[in-house]
């Protein structure tokens, strides 16, 4: 199953949808759940949160999608098992891919026309592809066990 999520979250991401976008996305559909909201929800999560360098989208979708599949639906009930799959989730993407963080995973700042430039002219963007595989894949995993 897993698999079946990363590749499709692949799909998605060289259709033209982001990153957070492709990876929620994509757990979305393997849960069976459709909703407008979903991606428009994850646009702001892509390019490492809206160009600012910080947390990967590819790990911020896949957050989301833990959320969709373990997230609590009322305020009585605990955020434990939640929060720790995400933990792992971090732990994981952190340990394949040495950061979360999109600046550094992808080694450029794309809140710059250089920087948009480098990431263009290295094709940076078949990092950013196998970033939301991995995502997707370690989260459907875990939501899995």
Do not use: W
């Not at 933990?87 to 040495?98: N, S, T, Y």
């Not at 963080?101 to 430039?117: M, P, V, Y």
């Amino acid at each position: 199953m897993s698999e079946q999520v990363s590749e499709r979250s692949q799909q998605l991401f060289e259709s033209g949808y982001y990153c957070a976008e492709s990876v929620l996305l994509a757990m979305a559909e393997s849960k069976g759940i459709q909703s407008d909201l979903i991606p428009r929800i994850a646009t702001g999560f892509c390019s490492g949160v809206s160009r600012t360098g910080g947390m990967c989208g590819a790990v911020s979708g896949a957050i989301m999608g833990i959320g969709l599949a373990a997230g609590r639906c009322s305020p009585a009930a605990s955020v434990e098992s939640s929060y720790s799959l995400i933990r792992q989730l971090i732990a994981d993407f952190e340990k394949q891919h040495g950061s979360i963080n999109c600046r550094e995973l992808i080694g450029c700042d794309l809140a710059t026309e250089e920087g948009q430039c480098v990431f263009e002219r290295n094709h940076l963007i078949q990092r950013c592809r196998q970033y939301v595989g991995d995502a997707a894949s370690l989260a459907t995993s875990l939501v899995a066990e």
